[in-house]
């Protein structure tokens, strides 16, 4: 026990009780007006913003509010790209083994080399909690590995790694190229074929030809000469070569041959004619050319391509002629893919408002998000992607999802902000407004600081429809004139592919007769591909964020903008973006103030209750 004498060199600052950090006592100022504002809204809407238990989760006592007014050097970069183009590769097949079994007193082993590992598959998958193609992008080429080959005494080769990408959900994956050696080897087969079929038919002509003119002369001869002469003339004529039965060169790029052999021994070696092969679970690639919408997250990943087949090993080649074949099958080539990802849904709600109306501020508050926020336009040049969590991540809901679907989080996206003619590539370019048209939900951010908020949705609106005027009359503009050779393609109404390809297409030999299948994977020009089908803008869920609701004068014009959104509701007046047929069946107006958090909290109920 320390004796009470040693109390008296304490420092006494350090036995007085520790102040608490309080911003209330930092900020003073009260914001009465907000307050107001905001229990009148939560009297309107009683469903979605009522003063229950969860708005006490939603909103917790938030000790240090500096994050919504930050430092202009307090903020993080983020990384986002919505667009990339990628090359993949599947792994190749590895090459069979040319092996014999060796023992003591088997001086010539029966074949026993083992078949080569089949290649690496291309895999993809949509996950949630990922926003952006930019780690995809860094990627360039993604090559998953080839199979090993096999080895002696009947071991198989080790099969290719796989190779799995995850991508957003919302992401739509289109194929801009292919080169597939299979269906190549297939095609070249099928020419070979053809040309035999050919040279058979003309050497059967020239046969019959050769018969009628002997049959012409040996009459004549009978005539002329007499029997005896012709049959003379017969035998000294040069005995028959069919061209078909010459020898074709090794292919070595099919065969892997003995090394121990001398070329020489493969001079009279018929190579057996070996259909090209696929793996079976080739079965499973999506239809050629490559269109997937990812709009839910897979649970399984889907396969885009498969790897190679692995190559035979010498045993499958023996037979009674030839008990101990030299050479075995090389692997079947992996195929390259180039294919183009495009993020369609970029979030669950995009932020649409004038610069400096307070968007970035309301991410802030709404999630972690550490955009850069600052009392100048343009503050924001890219878009930025938070991410709300409605669940606080314990499994117990701060929102009461009604649908099937338990959402546990929603993404919000900041946009750059919006200027008057921004339709015509004012302001920071048409980019960002391919941002909007890529949120599910648009949230209208207006400053009701700034002006007549009314007038500004409107202005919002107008530059929407604009932008959506353009967009949609920009296809027919930028169709090619010259069409001829290109194939054309429709993406499937449904989505997702449909795994309808019969199981042994691919390992079938085609007739010679069989009219060459249409293959527009095979066709090596790479196309333009056409714009993604985006839904029109005036049909997506919108609401509107008033904020700076903290500032003077406010009260009036959120009264104002909320008359004319009931109005907009009602049909009384026309829908801002002037088309009848405009979404209105919620219409609301959030009062926040996103500096001071205030309000807030009834954005992610409303979300939820659009999204489900
Ligand atoms: N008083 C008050 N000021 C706010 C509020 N929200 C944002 N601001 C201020 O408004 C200014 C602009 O905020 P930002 O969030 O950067 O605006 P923005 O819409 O992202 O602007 P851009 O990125 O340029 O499009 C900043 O100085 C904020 O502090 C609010 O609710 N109340
Ligand atoms: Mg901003």
Redesign the pocket.
Known sequence: MAHPGAYFYLPIRSLRPRRAYCPVTLRPQPYPRISAQCQRWQSSHPGSAGSDNATTHLEPPSPDLSHL?PAPDDYSRFIFQDKCQVTMHAGAGGNGCVSFLREKYIEEGPPNGGDGGSGGGLYIQAVEGLTSLHKLARRGVIRASRGKNGQGKSKGGKRGDDILIQVPVGTVVREVERHDPVEEEIARRRIEMKEEARRAEELKMAEEMRRGEEMRKAQEMEMEEGLERKEEEMENEAPEIEEGEAFAPIRHDRWVLYPGAHPSDFLTVAFPKIKPRRQQIAAMEPQAPIFLDLSKPTEKPILLAAGGAGGLGNPHFASRSMGRPKFAARGEGGMRLELDFELKLLADVGLV??????????LRSLTNSR??????????LSPWIGTVVIDDNTGRPLVESKGKTRRTNFTIA?I??LVEDAHLDRGLGLGFLRHIDRAGILAF?LDL?AGDPVQELQKLWHELGEYERLRDAEPASEEPEDLEGVIDWGPSSSGLPEFDRPQNQDIELLSPNEESVSSPSNSHAPRALPHLPMPPLHTKPWFVVA?????ENTQDRYRALQEYLSAVQKGLTEHPSGNPNGWKERLHAVP?????GEGVSHIPRLVMEFLE
């Open positions: 007014n408002g004038k610069p400096n109306a307070g968007k970035s501020t309301l955009t850069r926020i600052g009392n100048w336009e343009f503050t924001t900041d750059p902000g951010v600081s904020t700076k609701a903290d500032l926040v103030s996103a500096m001071r």
